[in-house]
C-alpha cells in the first residue's frame, strides 16, 4: 500500500499530498470484508438483502438481526463493522423521528440519505473521530397516496381554493447508498461487502431501470435477491451464511407501506430457487 | 368522604363528554377550571380476629349518578411474586379518588416487592404500613385522595389492620370502614364488634350497668357481619352495590371470596 | 425600623428606598411574564365514544364531529384512531389533545417495530391492554403536572391472550373497565341501552358481532337525537382475531323523528 510509511495515513481529516484520506480508504476496507448487502429497487417496492456470515454456531439462528427498521417504512442494511452499522441506524431513527416532530409526516427517503450522508461525512472532517466502518443501504418507499399527517383531523376542501389537484402521483420506492466518505447516491440496485462485484455484476442483468421499458416486480425482486446473495456467496463457500431479507411495498402492497421481514413461505421459496439456480449452473460448468 | 369531594352532580350548565365540568360562581364570571380529584364512590371495610384479618369491599366505580363499572376492585394483594401477586400476605384496599388509588396501590406493591428482593425476607405487615403512612405523608401537600387500609397478619399471627387518613396519620385497630357508607357501617360495627352500648343483662341498672368486654370474633360471624354491612349499605347508599369482593388472609395464605349485591 | 413586625427585618425604606417587585410576575405587582399556565379549559371538542364487548372482540364508535362550543365546528374528523392490529383508541374531548396523543401513540407504534421487524400477521403486537396501562399513565401524569390532556377516551381491543379488551381512561387519570363503556353524553343515553345487551362479563361472551354492531348502531342513533353536539356521520371499528376493520365514513340509517311531535315545552309551542 503507497500510504504506508509517507505518515499521511496516522491521523483522520489529513489530505495525502494527490488529494485521498486514507482513513477513509481503510473504512472501505473494512466495508470490504463485511458480508455482502444489496438493496433492489423494483416496480413496486424495495428489497434489503444481507448475506450474514456465521460467526458462531453458538448463535441462535434467525437472531441478531442486521437490517434494522428505521421509521415504519424505510429500512438500513449494512456491511462493515457491525457497531458501527448500529450507531448509523440509531442516528437515522433519531432523524427520522425527529423529521416527525418537526413536519408532522414521515420523512421522505431521500432526505434520510442527504441527513444521514452529511452526519457520516462529518467523521472524514476531525482527527478526534474516524470514519464510519460501514457502507449503508437505505431503502423505503415513500407513499404515494396522500398519508394522513400525524394527528391530521379533516381532509380540507375536495375542490376548488385549497382543493387537491387530482391524479398528481407522487411517493414510489426509493434506494440510496451510503460509503464511508458520506458519499451517497440513488441506486437501482445497489450491493456492498465482500461479494460486492459479483452482486453488482447479477444486479446490472436485472431489467430496473424504468426509463428502458417495465421493471421487475417486489416478488420478482425478493426472488432476485435471494439468488444474487447466494451467487455473490460463492467466493467465500467454506464460511456458512445466513439469508436476511426484507422488503418494502406501496400502501396498496403486500406490506403496506411498512418495513417487514420477507414472510417465510416467500422467503423460503425464494431460498429454494436460488439454491436451484446455483446448482444449475453448477451442472452447466461441469 | 362524598362530603369533601366535588361529584359531578347533573346543574343547569351545558353538559361536556368528560367528567369535570366547569366551576362557575353563580352571578360572577365564570371560571373553568381544573380540579384534579373526583370521587369514585365505594365502600370499604375491615375486620382482624385472632387468626385471619378480612378486607372487603364493594366493587361498584361511579362518577356522580352514573355508574362506570360494576367490577373495578377496590382490593389488592400487596407483594408475593408477578403481577398476579401470587404468594402475598398483605392486603390493601383504597377508596375514594381510584386514580390516586391505583397509584397507591402500585408504589406500594413495587415497595413490597423490592424489599423481598433486597433483604431476602417478607416485608412484616407493620414495616409495609409505616412505609405506605410515609408514601402518603410525602404526597401531603398534593395529597393521595383515599382513605386506605391494610390488612394482614402480625409476626405472632394475629390479625392486623391499619387504617389511614389521605395524608399518613395511621393506627391499628380491630375494625374499620370507610368510603362512602363508612357513616352507616361504622356505628353497627361499633355494636358488634366492640360492643358498644352493650351492657350484661344480668347487671343491675343505671350507673349499675357494666359494659360487655369485646372478644375475638371466630371467622364465620365476622364474614357475616361483612356481608350484613354491605347489603346494608347497598339499601342506602346509591354509591354502593354491584358486587362485593372479600380477602380473607389466614397463615394459610388469602382466600377471595365474592358475592353479588344490589345492582339498582 | 418602625414598630409594625412586618417591617422588621427588611431594609429600611428611607434608607434603601422603596422595594422594586419589578422581578416578580405581574400577578404579584411585578412586571415579569405570568407563570406558566396549563390548559385550565377544552376548546375544540370531540363528544362519546361507545364500545361494547362481544364473543370474539370489540365493537367502537365515535361520530366525525368536533365542536367549537355549540358551534359544528369540522365535520370530518376522525376520532378513531388505529394503534396496531390489536388496538383502537377512541377519543372524546379536547381535539388538540387526541391530535398530540396521536403523534405520541404514532411514534410509540414506530419505536415498536424497530426491533422484530414482525410480518404483520404474526409476531408480537402490544396488547389493547399494555396500551390502556401506557395512556392512563400518561394521563395521570399529566393531571398530577397539572397540565392535564383534557380527553376521555376508550381502548377496544384484545389483550396478550387475545381475549377483548376495554377500558376507559381519562385526563384524570381514572380507569375501569366494563362489557360496555360510553363517554360523556353517551354515559347517560348510551349505556342503559348497551347495558341491556351486556349487563354482565357473561352475557358479553355470547354476544355475536351482529348483534353488538347493531346495539352500537342503535346508541349512536339515540345519541343522534338527543345529543346537540352530534353528527349522523361517524365511524365504526371492529377489532377481532382477524385484526382491525375500520370504516369511517359511515351514515345512520332508518332515523325516525316522530317522537319530536311528542316532545312539549321549552317554549316553542303553544298548546
Known amino acids: ?286 | ?264 | 425600623m418602625n414598630h409594625f413586625p412586618v417591617g422588621w427585618g427588611r431594609p429600611r425604606d428611607d434608607v434603601y428606598g422603596a422595594y422594586n417587585p419589578s422581578y416578580l410576575p405581574q400577578s404579584h405587582g411585578g412586571t415579569q411574564a405570568n407563570p406558566i399556565t396549563h390548559t385550565q379549559s377544552p376548546i375544540v371538542t370531540g363528544t362519546s365514544v361507545l364500545a361494547i364487548k362481544y364473543k370474539d372482540g370489540v365493537v367502537i364508535a365515535a361520530d366525525n364531529l368536533a365542536s367549537y362550543g355549540s358551534l359544528a365546528r369540522f365535520t370530518d374528523v376522525k376520532r378513531l384512531k388505529q394503534f396496531n392490529r390489536k388496538a383502537v383508541v377512541g377519543f372524546g374531548g379536547d381535539v388538540s389533545d387526541m391530535q398530540y396523543l396521536d403523534r405520541l401513540l404514532n411514534s410509540l407504534d414506530v419505536e415498536e417495530n424497530y426491533g422484530g421487524d414482525a410480518p404483520a400477521e404474526s409476531g408480537p403486537h402490544m396488547s389493547a391492554k399494555n396500551l390502556h396501562a401506557y395512556l392512563s399513565k400518561v394521563m395521570y401524569k399529566r393531571r398530577s403536572d397539572f397540565n392535564p390532556l383534557w380527553n376521555a377516551m376508550l381502548v377496544a381491543g384484545l389483550d396478550e391472550s387475545d381475549k377483548p379488551f376495554l377500558a376507559y381512561a381519562d385526563l384524570l387519570g381514572t380507569t375501569y373497565s366494563s362489557p360496555s363503556l360510553a363517554t360523556g353524553f353517551g354515559a347517560h343515553l348510551a349505556q342503559p341501552i348497551m347495558r341491556r345487551a351486556v349487563p354482565n362479563e357473561a352475557a358479553s361472551r355470547e354476544l355475536s358481532k351482529e348483534q353488538a354492531v347493531e346495539c352500537i348502531k342503535e346508541c349512536m342513533k339515540v345519541l343522534f337525537y338527543r345529543d346537540a353536539r352530534s353528527m349522523p356521520v361517524y365511524s365504526i371499528a371492529v377489532i377481532d382475531g382477524k385484526g382491525v376493520d375500520l370504516k369511517e365514513d359511515e351514515k345512520l340509517e332508518n332515523q325516525s323523528w316522530a317522537f319530536a311531535e311528542q316532545i312539549r315545552g321549552y317554549g316553542t309551542q303553544t298548546v
Open chain 1, 1 to 286: 500500500m503507497t500510504s504506508i510509511g509517507t505518515g499521511y495515513d496516522l491521523s483522520n481529516s489529513v489530505f495525502s499530498p494527490d488529494g485521498r484520506n486514507f482513513q477513509v480508504e481503510y473504512a472501505t476496507k473494512a466495508v470490504e470484508n463485511g458480508g455482502t448487502a444489496i438493496g433492489i429497487r423494483c416496480k413496486d417496492g424495495v428489497v434489503l438483502a444481507m448475506e450474514k456470515l456465521v460467526t458462531s454456531r453458538l448463535m441462535k439462528k434467525d437472531a441478531n438481526k442486521r437490517i434494522a427498521t428505521v421509521d415504519r417504512n424505510i429500512g438500513v442494511v449494512s456491511a462493515g463493522l457491525v457497531p458501527d452499522g448500529r450507531h448509523f441506524v440509531s442516528r437515522a431513527r433519531d432523524e427520522a423521528s425527529s423529521w416527525r416532530s418537526t413536519y408532522k409526516a414521515p420523512i421522505p427517503v431521500a432526505s434520510l440519505a442527504n441527513r444521514m450522508g452529511s452526519y457520516v461525512q462529518a467523521f472524514t472532517l476531525y482527527s478526534s473521530v474516524r470514519p464510519f466502518g460501514i457502507t449503508a443501504i437505505v431503502g423505503g418507499f415513500d407513499a404515494e397516496t396522500e398519508v394522513d399527517v400525524d394527528g391530521a383531523v379533516g381532509s380540507g376542501p375536495k375542490v376548488g381554493s385549497g382543493g387537491k389537484t387530482q391524479g398528481v402521483k407522487e411517493g414510489g420506492p426509493y434506494l440510496y447508498m451510503i460509503e464511508p466518505s458520506g458519499l451517497y447516491w440513488g441506486y437501482y440496485g445497489a450491493a456492498t461487502g465482500k461479494g460486492r462485484q459479483a452482486a453488482k455484476a447479477e444486479l446490472e442483468k436485472l431489467n430496473l431501470d424504468p426509463k428502458k421499458g417495465d421493471t421487475i416486480s417486489l416478488e420478482e425482486g425478493v426472488k432476485e435477491a435471494a439468488r444474487i446473495i447466494y451467487v455473490a456467496h460463492e467466493d467465500s463457500k467454506d464460511k456458512e451464511f445466513e439469508l436476511e431479507m426484507t422488503w418494502i411495498s406501496a400502501v396498496s402492497g403486500p406490506t403496506k407501506g411498512r418495513h417487514e421481514d420477507v414472510p417465510k413461505e416467500l422467503k423460503d421459496e425464494a431460498e429454494r430457487l436460488a439454491k436451484k439456480a446455483l446448482e444449475g449452473d453448477d451442472e452447466m460448468e461441469e
Open chain 2, 1 to 264: 368522604m362524598a362530603a369533601m369531594m366535588q361529584s359531578a352532580m347533573p346543574t343547569s350548565e351545558p353538559g361536556y363528554s368528560f367528567s369535570q365540568a366547569p366551576q362557575s360562581v353563580a352571578g360572577g364570571p365564570r371560571q373553568h377550571g381544573f380540579y384534579p380529584y373526583t370521587d369514585n364512590g365505594g365502600t370499604t371495610l375491615g375486620i382482624t380476629g385472632s387468626d385471619f384479618a378480612v378486607l372487603a369491599g364493594d366493587t361498584r366505580s361511579t362518577s356522580g349518578y352514573n355508574i362506570n363499572s360494576r367490577y373495578a376492585p377496590k382490593l389488592f394483594k400487596i407483594g408475593g411474586t408477578g403481577s398476579a401477586n401470587e404468594g402475598a400476605r398483605i392486603v390493601l384496599s383504597v377508596v375514594g379518588f381510584a386514580a390516586d388509588g391505583n397509584a397507591l396501590k402500585e408504589r406500594l406493591d413495587t415497595v413490597v416487592k423490592m424489599y423481598k428482593f433486597q433483604h431476602n425476607k417478607e416485608m412484616s405487615v407493620h414495616a409495609c404500613a409505616q412505609r405506605l403512612s410515609h408514601i402518603l405523608y410525602n404526597k401531603r401537600f398534593f395529597p393521595y385522595y383515599v382513605h386506605a387500609i391494610l390488612g394482614g397478619l402480625d409476626e405472632n399471627g394475629v390479625g392486623a389492620l391499619y387504617s389511614y387518613d389521605p395524608v399518613g396519620s395511621y393506627e391499628r385497630e380491630t375494625c374499620r370502614s370507610a368510603g362512602a357508607a363508612s357513616s352507616l357501617i361504622t356505628p353497627f360495627l361499633d355494636n358488634q364488634v366492640n360492643l358498644k352500648n352493650q351492657y350484661d343483662p344480668t347487671s343491675g341498672s343505671g350507673l349499675e350497668k357494666v359494659t360487655k368486654a369485646p372478644q375475638p370474633l371466630s371467622r364465620q360471624t365476622v364474614e357475616e357481619l361483612v356481608t350484613d354491612s354491605f347489603t346494608s349499605a347497598a339499601e342506602r347508599q346509591i354509591e354502593v352495590g354491584d358486587g362485593l369482593q372479600m380477602f380473607i388472609i389466614t397463615k394459610d395464605g388469602i382466600e377471595e371470596k365474592y358475592m353479588e349485591l344490589k345492582k339498582d
